[in-house]
């Protein structure tokens, strides 16, 4: 119970400065918030003489970190709250209020085991981008050589640590009413984030993520990823070679330099099929803020805190998806969703089909500039409600990064058309994995492993096999169920200060 109440006081304090910059209001009289929550929004900003025109970015970046990092992911997902919303959390990616230099310089003595001027002629004082956990420095070493060193923010971990506990409780008190609420998995979403989270506190992870991305893009030649320095890399520094270059959100600049900015975009969008689909492991956080490019029109990637990693069948079955909707496949498309068993089984697969051709037929041909991201995620939000469809973890980071990735090209080029930019990828990566070449190599791997594991699987065999004479075994049966009591009292409470964590997990993640 005491947990209970410390879960939330602090939720509530959230609530109350989101409220306090007007950041409620839309919820005031949104269809989709229950009456209860509708009223709490209203009440929370009684007397904090919040602004008529709301401040998100504002309100999330005073509840702390976590909660900036949901904002960060909202301003990915403007088909869910509206292009202006958007906007203004895009001042949550990288122009944060950086901690003060006295802090930043302690921080760096004390990750590099002692006075960092051992290390450096020089870092300097004012960060080249300050973002929710860490900020970056430019830095000389001794020997001459620029770097860009990453710090975690002083205190940033136990901030952390306390809100990925409430919005744990939230979730779980959320999950408990069933019905929409199960169904998006809430509690999912948040052990999801918190997975993603906890490894961008240690910042060996990101220099490791960083080797390997670079390992994945190699073949790629429009993009490219820093080098690390592993010499200044702790747990809470990260050294990458520096890279002159314009970041992505100048357009003006990007223009001014004469790079052709269509080619960029289709380097966005092959470099993030390389990595998804050819190794299986991706960028999943490419917003403006983490992209610049070099004088040359190389696409540089920077900030690898958050990956993902999809094994090869995932990637086999995103593929194919993929291009069944490219072109017009739907039944292949639908078989797939069954064989991965996305859809369940009693639902039939013919019916599925034609769901996604309502949804696929509107927008082939078309450039992205002219198809309506908002409708096109309502019709396949509507088609995993009516499929049963729930939500797959390995696809939550995918998903958020697809639509990343498609909003940071049409921003470089109106004309870009997605489909026309990742056809022949997919096309190729298809015919190389999956052709017949493919097939019969797989076949004989897999039959050699099976040789090589035969005395093992007659020793299992035999191990199992009852002594002569012995009575047959009994089948084993489940345990039966504990009938647990329902907290309704932790529940109610959860609704009202939790709807609100509810729905940004849910859009940021996607359902």
């Known amino acids: 119970m005491l947990a209970d109440l410390r879960h939330g006081l602090r939720l509530l304090g959230d609530l109350r400065r989101l409220a306090a910059r007007g950041a409620l209001r839309p919820f005031e009289g949104h269809a989709d918030v229950p009456l209860a929550g509708r009223v709490a929004a209203r009440l929370l900003r009684f007397g904090a003489g919040a602004p008529a025109k709301p401040d998100f970015a504002g309100g999330l970046q005073a509840c702390g970190p976590a909660a900036i990092k949901l904002g960060q992911a909202l301003a990915t997902r403007p088909d869910l709250i509206g292009a202006d ?6 001042r949550l990616q990288d122009s944060l209020p950086p901690a ?4 930043v310089s302690a921080a760096f003595d004390r990750a590099l085991g002692g006075d960092w001027r051992v290390h450096f002629a020089s870092i300097d004082e004012t960060p080249v981008g300050a973002a929710s956990i860490a900020q970056v420095h430019r830095a000389v070493a001794h020997d001459g050589s620029v770097v860009a060193l990453k710090l975690l923010r002083p205190g940033v971990e136990a901030q952390f640590e306390a809100a990925l506990a409430d919005y744990a409780w939230a979730a779980t008190q959320l999950e408990r009413l069933g019905g929409e609420f199960a169904r998006l998995k809430p509690r999912l979403v948040i052990a999801t984030f918190r997975q993603w989270t906890l490894a961008e506190l240690d910042l060996r992870r990101e220099a490791g993520n960083a080797s390997e991305l670079a390992d994945a893009v190699r073949g790629e030649p429009g993009v490219m990823v820093p080098a690390v320095r592993w010499e ?6 990260l050294a990458l070679e520096w890279v002159e270059g314009i970041k992505l959100t100048d357009v003006a600049a990007i223009e001014a330099a004469g790079i052709d900015r269509k080619a960029l975009a289709t380097s966005l969008v092959r470099g993030f099929l390389r990595q998804a689909i050819g190794s299986g492991f991706f960028h999943a956080d490419l917003h403006q803020g983490n992209l610049f490019v070099r004088p040359d029109g190389i696409l540089v990637l920077i900030d690898f805190g958050i990956m993902g990693r999809l094994d090869r069948r995932a ?24 064989e991965a068993g996305y859809v369940p089984p009693h639902h039939d697969v ?7 051709r309502a949804v696929g037929e509107p927008i082939r041909g078309k450039n992205a500039k002219d198809i309506s991201i908002a409708n096109l995620l309502d019709g396949l939000f509507a088609i995993t409600r009516s499929f049963d469809m729930g939500v797959q973890p390995h696809l939550l980071l995918l998903q958020k990064t697809m639509v990343m990735v498609e909003g940071v090209a049409l921003a470089l080029d109106r004309e870009v058309n997605m489909w026309a930019a990742a056809e022949p990828y997919i096309r190729d990566w298809i015919r190389a994995e999956l052709g017949p070449e493919a097939a019969l190599a797989d076949g004989l791997l897999k039959r050699l492993g099976t040789l090589r594991r035969l005395p093992t699987l007659l020793r299992r065999a035999e191990r199992l096999l009852p002594p002569d004479g012995a009575a047959p075994p009994t089948i084993p049966l489940p345990p039966l169920p504990v009938r647990r009591p329902f907290a309704w009292g932790a529940t109610m409470m959860g609704v009202a200060l939790g709807v609100l964590l509810g729905l940004l997990g849910a859009a940021a993640f996607g359902a």
């Open 100 to 103: 003060p230099w006295d802090e």
């Open 350 to 356: 013919g019916e599925f089909a034609t769901a996604l």
């Open 232 to 237: 200044w890399t702790t747990r809470r520094t």
């Open 85 to 90: 919303v958007a906007r203004d959390l895009l």
């Open 315 to 338: 990637r086999v079955y995103l593929a194919e998806i993929l291009y069944g909707l490219l072109v017009g496949n739907y039944a292949r498309v639908a078989e797939i969703h069954f």
